[in-house]
């Protein structure tokens, strides 16, 4: 298996644009993890997917954060308007069941 | 408090010593308890899981958990110069009912350091 992959790696965008990152997780994996880690903050837990349905997403910052997941192989997290704050390197993750999760290379997001 | 605390560090050791790494958790209801590692620029990487009390091990690492006391904690023995990274204690929750799984909080990350 190829593993969680994300995309894109890099984004640098302008303040205010819309900035959308893609995830696909691990073939049968039926939970998925957006989290967003910076040294202040540390790795936090954004939303969280079970079977394609969101079940906690108190992690989600503003109201111009939102994440879907359409299907089992695909989900996306996108920001709109982004804001220079919101400069941070975002992971997502899958798992089978309770199992230990498999994290994505992440995507570095720049707003200047 | 924080759902998942670990030591603060940063924590430095000689090669060949012992590393204690410490995590400490509030939910109770928690099931599932993992140890990452961290490189810098890198994304984290499975070191461990544990799921019952008592200690597991796996080469140079060993993982410990009492749920007891909500405390779970990673020693490396004969620690390396190869490492030196950020360690990241995992917790992982279920959700009421039991019908679903619960979210999985990171700690803030402890930095640790093996020098030559």
């Known amino acids: 298996d190829a593993g969680v992959i994300q995309s894109p790696r890099h984004e640098v965008t302008e303040m205010g644009q819309e900035v959308t990152l893609r995830c696909k997780p691990i073939?049968?994996?039926?939970?998925l993890f957006w989290y967003r880690q910076t040294m202040m903050r540390g790795l936090e837990l954004l939303i969280y997917?079970?079977?394609?349905?969101?079940?906690?997403d108190s992690g989600m910052p503003e109201d111009r954060f939102s994440a879907k997941m359409p299907n089992a192989s695909f989900s996306t997290l996108k920001i709109q308007p982004s804001e220079p704050r919101d400069s941070a390197v975002y992971f997502c993750?899958?798992?089978?069941?309770?199992?230990?999760?498999?994290f994505g290379q992440g995507t570095r997001l720049t707003v200047v | 408090q924080k759902e998942v605390e670990q030591n603060s560090g940063p924590l430095s050791v000689p090669e060949g010593a012992i590393a204690s790494l410490n995590c400490t958790y509030s939910?109770?209801?928690?099931?599932?308890f993992f140890w990452y590692r961290q490189y810098s620029g890198k994304s984290p990487e499975l070191i461990m899981s544990?799921?019952?009390?008592g200690d597991k091990e796996d080469g140079r690492f060993t993982a410990q958990l009492n749920k007891a006391s909500q405390y779970v904690s990673l020693l490396i023995r004969d620690s390396q110069p190869s490492d030196s990274a950020t360690y990241l204690c995992?917790?992982?929750?279920?959700?009421?009912?039991?019908?679903?799984?619960?979210?999985?909080?990171f700690g803030q990350g402890t930095i640790l350091t093996v020098h030559p």
């Open positions: 993750a899958s798992s089978q069941g309770a199992s230990e999760a498999f």
């Open positions: 073939s049968g994996h039926n939970s």
């Open positions: 997917f079970n079977n394609n349905v969101p079940i906690d």
């Open positions: 939910d109770r209801g928690s099931q599932s």
């Open positions: 544990i799921y019952s009390n």
């Open positions: 995992a917790v992982r929750t279920t959700v009421a009912g039991g019908t679903s799984y619960g979210k999985l909080t």
